[in-house]
């Protein structure tokens, strides 16, 4: 099993920078895991932003936010960031991080077995 917890979220102005964190613990090795973030304006369903494989040798994106984000991983450090660049208002939502052993499609929740508990992203105009 695996615990996941992010980190990073704000209040930012638009065409600012973030960088979400999110650690994991738990009694597997982290390097098994495929990792994804996903995120959920108000009133909206839960949406796929990016992935990362297991050996952080591929990833995946979002039309919407491919490159302005970027996601890469630390298997020393069991942790997965996200780099959030030249923000819009449109991605203001809550950002979770997401496990799973096999993720394909990556894109798909279905794709993921464990989820943190989210960390708020606000960018004003």
């Known amino acids: 099993q695996v615990q996941l917890v992010e980190s990073g979220g704000g209040l930012v102005q638009a065409g600012d920078s973030l960088r979400l964190s999110c650690a994991a613990s738990?009694?597997?090795?982290?390097?098994?895991?495929?990792l994804g973030w996903f995120r959920q304006a108000p009133g909206k369903a839960r949406e796929f932003v990016a992935a990362i494989r297991r050996s952080g040798d591929s990833t995946e994106y979002a039309d919407s936010v491919m490159g302005r984000f970027t996601v890469s991983r630390d298997n020393a450090k069991n942790t997965v960031a996200l780099q959030l660049n030249s923000l819009k208002p449109d991605d203001t939502a809550v950002y979770y991080c997401?496990?799973?052993?096999?993720?394909?499609?990556?894109?798909?929740?279905?794709?993921?077995?464990?989820w943190g508990q989210g960390t708020q992203v606000t960018v004003s105009s």
């Open positions: 997401a496990a799973g052993a096999v993720i394909w499609p990556a894109t798909q929740e279905r794709a993921y077995e464990y």
């Open positions: 738990g009694r597997s090795s982290f390097s098994w895991y495929g």
